[in-house]
């Protein structure tokens, strides 16, 4: 069993930067894929960026790309998420996510651990 617990959440002004992180229990955090999914208040959680086992691969959503970038050291079993350019859409409580596989996955269902959320609110 994989646990995951994000951080780096906060209060930013439109325009500027935050990096999250999530930390994994356990051993297998190399072998897992791991992928950030937020939700905000009254609509469903979405998908965010995803990173295969390796780091090799990434993927992202279009309202992100280009803002968004995903990371992991599987050395200190933690994926990031630097995000810069923020603006008050991407207002949202940010989950991690993990699953066992070589790949990224992009879909909620894809994925078996999650973490409790951290909380990113951008100013206008």
């Known amino acids: 069993q994989v646990q995951l617990v994000e951080s780096g959440g906060g209060l930013v002004q439109a325009g500027g930067s935050l990096r999250l992180s999530c930390a994994a229990s356990?051993?297998?955090?190399?072998?897992?894929?791991m992928g950030w999914f937020r939700q905000a208040p009254g609509k469903e959680r979405e998908f965010v960026s995803a990173?295969?086992?390796?780091?090799?691969?990434?993927y992202y959503a279009d309202s992100v790309k280009g803002r968004f970038t995903i990371s992991r050291d599987n050395a200190k079993n933690t994926v990031y998420l630097q995000m810069n350019s923020l603006k008050p859409e991407d207002t949202s409580v940010y989950y991690c996510?993990?699953?066992?596989?070589?790949?990224?996955?992009?879909?909620?269902?894809?994925?078996?651990?999650w973490g409790q959320g951290t909380q990113v609110t951008v100013s206008s």
């Open positions: 356990g051993r297998t955090f190399s072998a897992n894929a």
């Open positions: 990173i295969s086992r390796g780091g090799a691969l990434t």
């Open positions: 996510a993990g699953r066992a596989g070589d790949y990224y996955y992009t879909r909620f269902s894809d994925y078996d651990y």
